[in-house]
């Protein structure tokens, strides 16, 4: 690893994955995704991990308090989002799901990121903080984990980004995939109302 300067903020695990359950899609980034994702066989179901997915993301949006963020998608659930396929810790496959958001640049990235890493630590999460080695980057980083999912934020002058992850949770992701395409399909099939003529 190139040097760098890391600030590293630790808290419990100790009800994670509660604060991870309370916790975009078809958008692409240069920034990498969050550097791991853990094997985690649980209860979870794929639903509660969409549901994870989205709402830290929302919520990690609405705490920064700025315009200018990719919303998430309008179905954010397991019928509207593809899984993606990972292996459980006994070798048998699992599910996962991701998502990528784009959002404003700060004149003050190492405030933002600092502001974001506090946030999840609030909520539960491990933080670590990382600034570009590169004086010619000004890119900040700041990585999210728990026992549920991984995030990442990373912010420079010019643009930002939010990157989740959860782990991979039990699920058949063929049958999965194929519900997706079975509600994309209906809500295509279903017409659109025609509007009625003002009088």
């Known amino acids: 690893m190139s040097p760098s300067t890391r600030t590293k ?9 509660l604060a991870a359950l309370l916790l975009t899609t078809g958008c692409t980034s240069t920034t990498s995704p969050p550097k791991t994702t853990r094997s985690h066989d649980s209860q979870v179901t794929p639903e509660e991990a969409v549901a994870s997915v989205f709402s830290l993301y929302s919520r990690t949006v609405s705490h920064l308090s700025e315009s200018g963020w990719d919303a998430p998608p309008s ?7 593809p899984p993606q396929v990972c292996s459980l810790r006994d070798g048998k496959a699992g ?3 991701s998502t990528v958001g784009l959002g404003p640049g700060h ?16 909520i539960g999460l491990t933080t670590d903080l990382t600034k570009s080695a590169n004086e010619k980057n000004d890119r900040i980083t700041t990585d999210g984990a728990s026992s549920a999912l991984t995030a990442q ?4 002058g010019d643009r930002s980004s939010l990157s989740i992850v959860t782990s991979c949770v039990p699920g ?16 295509s ?7 009625t003529p003002t009088p």
């Open 75 to 81: 179905d954010a659930s397991v019928l509207g989002i």
């Open 172 to 187: 058949n992701a063929d049958e999965l995939t194929e519900g997706v395409q079975k509600h994309r399909d209906e809500q």
């Open 107 to 122: 004149p003050d990235a190492t405030s933002s990121a600092g502001n974001v890493a506090a946030f999840w630590k609030s």
């Open 189 to 195: 099939a279903t017409p659109t109302p025609t509007p």
């Open 153 to 156: 934020y990373t912010v420079n």
């Open 95 to 97: 599910v996962k799901y």
């Open 9 to 17: 903020h630790v808290s419990s695990l100790t009800g994670v994955l």
